[in-house]
């Protein structure tokens, strides 16, 4: 049985990716300029997290025209769903594990093991 943790995945876990993902899951699509103040990103940083998201096919990017003004959409792919999906599984269940009222159990060593120094069973 793993932990909770074991299953947090970088490329989505990383504060301004989830951020992105988090947004993008709210609306068909987001403009690069909106997520960039929504998310307190500067230009150049946003950018490099989209391309990242990007390349692991979490969104796409569609570059076009609004009048004269160049205009860059990101977009959330079924895959990026997929993956804001199972990250938020992964926290809840580590929110349920902290929260709980009873501890989990520490494994046991096997038989014939020395505890470390400063666990309990080791000589002081």
Do not use: C
Not at 20 to 42: C, K, M, N, S, Y
Not at 44 to 72: I, M, P, W
Not at 95 to 115: K, L
């Amino acid at each position: 049985m793993s932990h909770p943790t074991s299953g947090l995945v970088e490329t989505v876990h990383q504060r301004a990716r989830l951020g992105i993902l988090a947004v993008l899951h709210e609306t068909p699509r987001a403009e690069f300029g909106f997520l960039r103040e929504v998310l307190d990103l500067t230009a150049g940083n946003l950018s490099r997290h989209v391309q990242v998201l990007e390349e692991a096919g979490l969104v796409t990017v569609d570059k076009g025209y609004e009048g004269r003004r160049a205009r860059t959409w990101i977009r959330i792919t079924k895959a990026g769903r997929n993956a804001l999906a199972e990250e938020i599984g992964n926290l809840k269940e580590l929110i349920r594990r902290v929260e709980s009222p009873t501890p989990a159990t520490p494994p046991t060593p096997p038989t014939g093991a020395t505890p470390a120094a400063g666990q309990p069973g080791a000589e002081r």
